[in-house]
């Protein structure tokens, strides 16, 4: 094994406040990560095969839901994820596949701050939750989704290292 | 490309009544599988380093949770959906992750319909609200999420081959 990779923290609980918004990602949608994730995990056959997939709802080859939801957490770990103290998440509410994803899509993220506070049984720990929009490259939202995070306090890891 | 494999249609929006359920799957969970996902979509370290992991929440290496909703879907696939008159679903809510999923465990599911109606705008179409719950080896739920799904009648079917 490898050493695990010094992390830089950046963003903490307080960096999420209510309100608070941030577009960032830009993943292509390829036609051979939407097939391998297909065969894996949802072989049906308008996820996997053109013939299928043009007498089916779309028209065309489209991803995987999951496969999107996938994509988005890849989005949130290289845009602020892996650089924050979070410490998970619970779960989803209002999870929405809103309009089919594409091979040869490039997709792109919104969040938005929708409440934000401390938690009293956890101390040093606060909880946000957030609003998460995937766009296409035509800015159609494709994909929307709620949920909480909890995410360590600044001032606590202030006061750790003091 | 091959063709379309020859679907067998034996589920149809008939065979979801309310109130019944369905116990179905037996998903090994790899380490492989488990760091492979991670890398692709979900680089959190403790879903991919032992060493973080055993300094986190889990004290070691626990698959994404987005892992675990791809696997239930497998299960789904193969248990009941590639052989049904499914016409996708429009999102999923209430998304849990009760407990972490570990390489080495093995999942399997149970679903149970919630509500079931047919379609007023879209005739020969059935919307059924299911809620899937996702257990270990050791019957402790994992995950559970509620959604809808859309699939063909069974009399639309019947109606439409006479």
Redesign the interface.
Same mark, same amino acid.
């Given at each position: =094994? @490898?050493?695990?990779?010094a992390?830089v923290v950046r963003f903490h609980w307080e960096d999420f406040p209510v309100g608070a918004t941030r577009t960032f990602g830009a993943m292509p949608v390829t036609r051979e990560a939407t097939l391998a994730?297909a065969r +894996?995990?949802?072989?049906?056959?308008?996820h996997l095969?053109? +013939?299928?997939a043009a007498m089916g709802?779309f028209g065309k080859l489209s991803a @995987?839901?999951?496969?999107s939801?996938? =994509?988005a =957490?890849?989005m949130m770990?290289d845009d602020y &994820? &892996?650089e924050s103290s979070? &410490?998970?998440?619970?779960?989803?509410?209002? &999870?929405?596949?809103l309009k089919p994803v594409f091979p040869g899509d490039t997709l792109h993220m919104r969040y938005t701050v929708l409440e934000a506070r401390t938690m009293k049984s956890r101390p040093g720990v606060g909880l946000v939750r957030l609003e998460w929009q995937m766009f296409n490259q035509q800015d159609e939202p494709v994909l929307s989704m709620e949920g909480w995070g909890m995410f360590g306090l600044r001032s606590a890891a202030l006061g750790a290292s003091a």
């Open positions: =094994m @490898s050493p695990p990779p992390r994730f +894996e995990f949802d072989p049906q056959p308008f095969d053109d +013939e299928a709802l @995987s839901g999951w496969h939801c996938a =994509m =957490m890849r770990c &994820l &892996l979070s &410490l998970g998440s619970p779960g989803i509410d209002n &999870l929405r596949w």
